[in-house]
Each structure stands twice: as C-alpha cells, then as structure tokens.
C-alpha cells in the first residue's frame, strides 16, 4: 500500500486515461437511444442531473455543468420541445424557476439508465466489496479534490 504513496508521472497518466475511457464508453452506450430522438452528450449530461436532482433550479445546473448559460438555454429548449422536461416557477422566488422530468423524460431516462447500469453493474459485480468501497472513496476524492 505504501508504494501508491509514490505514483510515477506514468501511473498518473494510465490512471487518467483509464478514467477517460471509462467515461466514454459508460456514456456512449446509450448514444442510439439519444441520436434517434436528435439529442447527444450535452441532452444525456443535462438529464442525468435534473434526474439525480430533481428540482433543481437552472442557475443550479449552470453550475453543476459548468456550461455557458447559451449553451444551457438551447439543450433545455430541445428538451422542453421533445416534453422530457418540464421548467416551472418556485413558489418562493417566482424568478427561479425550477427543473422536472415529466413522464416521458422518467421512461426516456430510464432507458438511457438501463444501458449504462448494465456495464456498472457487471463492474461492481465483478469485484471484491473492499474494491468497491475503495473505488468509490477515490472517486469522491478526484470529483472533491484540490487541482
């Protein structure tokens, strides 16, 4: 354990690109489902945290995507278009206004889920729950680590 202490530049960078393809294949297996209803990366994004966070306000999701409210407005329009997503107006603050997927967005969203749970699943599946549980303890640590 105590030559992880001592990650060569090498070992970061394997890490790293294990990471990356990671994510792209756990979000690229639902890429048919999406490009047949015209929607890609920026959709699928969107959706998963309105999902994770149901209520959330858009200044919200700004921050959480890190995008440019331009390219926010234009996602949640496709997706208000297509009525995945439904914006109403907070009771308290009328100036927020809050995020929801309607019906057809929970039943889109569980058939985007369903083909990514299928590689997460058989992952966790396949490994030890000491793995697991240090796996997850890392990856917290990447998402609240310093730069």
Do not use: W
Request: glycine share 2%; charged share 35%.
């Amino acid at each position: 354990m105590k030559d992880l202490l001592y990650l060569k530049d090498e070992q970061i960078k394997d890490c790293i690109q294990l990471l990356f393809y990671a994510y792209r294949e756990t979000f690229s297996d639902p890429k048919d489902i999406l490009k047949k209803n015209s929607l890609g990366s920026a959709h699928h994004r969107t959706l998963y945290l309105i999902e994770r966070n149901e209520g959330i306000s858009v200044n919200e999701l700004l921050l959480k995507l890190k995008v440019t409210k331009q390219s926010l407005n234009r996602v949640l329009r496709e997706l208000k278009r297509l009525k995945i997503v439904k914006q109403i107006k907070d009771i308290q603050d009328t100036r927020r206004k809050l995020l929801y997927l309607d019906q057809n967005g929970k039943e889109f969203y569980d058939e985007i889920f369903e083909t990514q749970k299928k590689r997460i699943f058989n992952a966790l599946k396949d490994s030890d729950s000491e793995s697991v549980i240090h796996f997850k303890e890392v990856l917290k640590k990447i998402v609240n680590g310093k730069k």
